[in-house]
């Protein structure tokens, strides 16, 4: 079975820091995706940035971008330039793309970030 | 505007009082799923449908039944609630390709925060 793994419960950042969210997983499939997901206090669960596994590029949106290392099964979010609205709780998640999952996402526990003036 | 939409957004309600959560997309997504978050836990599958008439079990689905008549709407119906499915709820859906099921980003809706007293 998947799992994924957010060891930072919590992690704090001052407003135009950068920030790394750590994530790893552990799967012997070849074919999956990854995901960030942000929830701020709304409850809204919000895309932030998606990983192809087959690709070898990290995936970058504006200031998120992942660094993705298949061999050690990590993927890690680095936010930058911090903003007051980026504190939410974090949630890293796999999908397999073969086989029974069926679309399942597998989550992580999350991790809360603030983001201080 | 594309959207998850969700009903009723707040619930509280009695043990065994059967109640529905609506779901609707308007993005013509195949794939439509339902997770309930629990603190600890994070996001758990519950069901999901790959496409009209389509449904299987996620990994919590003991409790619960959903159906799908039509492609925009994926409800889910607890028909005798208990205090243990006192949870957070999120629908969500995403686009398939070919054969494979929910390949494509999954896209949440605002949740449902319901009580069972």
């Known amino acids: 079975a998947q799992t994924v793994t957010q060891s930072q419960p919590e992690m704090s950042v001052q407003e135009a820091e950068t920030v790394t969210l750590s994530c790893t997983y552990d799967t012997s499939e070849n074919n999956y995706y990854l995901f960030w997901y942000k929830q701020p206090p709304s409850r809204q669960m919000i895309l932030v940035i998606r990983?192809?596994?087959?690709?070898?590029q990290n995936a970058t949106e504006n200031r998120f971008s992942v660094n993705f290392q298949k061999a050690a099964k990590s993927f890690s979010l680095k936010i930058s330039d911090s903003q007051l609205g980026d504190t939410a709780m974090y949630f890293c998640a796999f999908m397999m793309l073969d086989g029974g999952s069926q679309g399942n996402l597998i989550f992580g526990k999350g991790t809360k970030l603030s983001v201080k003036p | 505007e594309a959207q998850v939409t969700q009903n009723p957004r707040y619930l509280i309600t009695v043990t065994g009082k059967k109640l529905t959560v609506t779901c609707s997309q308007n993005?013509?997504?195949?794939?439509m799923s339902w997770y309930r978050q629990d603190p600890g836990l994070g996001l758990r599958q519950i069901y999901y449908?790959?496409?009209?008439?389509?449904?299987d079990k996620g990994d919590v689905p003991e409790g619960y039944k959903v159906s799908r008549k039509e492609k925009r709407n994926f409800p889910l119906i607890l028909e005798s609630p208990s205090p243990n499915q006192t949870s957070l709820y999120f629908c969500?859906?995403?686009?398939?390709?070919?054969?494979?099921?929910?390949?494509?980003?999954?896209?949440f809706g605002p949740g449902t925060r319901l009580t069972v007293l």
């Open positions: 449908s790959m496409n009209v008439e389509v449904t």
């Open positions: 969500a859906s995403s686009f398939r390709q070919g054969r494979r099921a929910g390949t494509d980003t999954q896209y």
């Open positions: 993005m013509n997504h195949e794939y």
């Open positions: 990983q192809e596994a087959y690709k070898q």
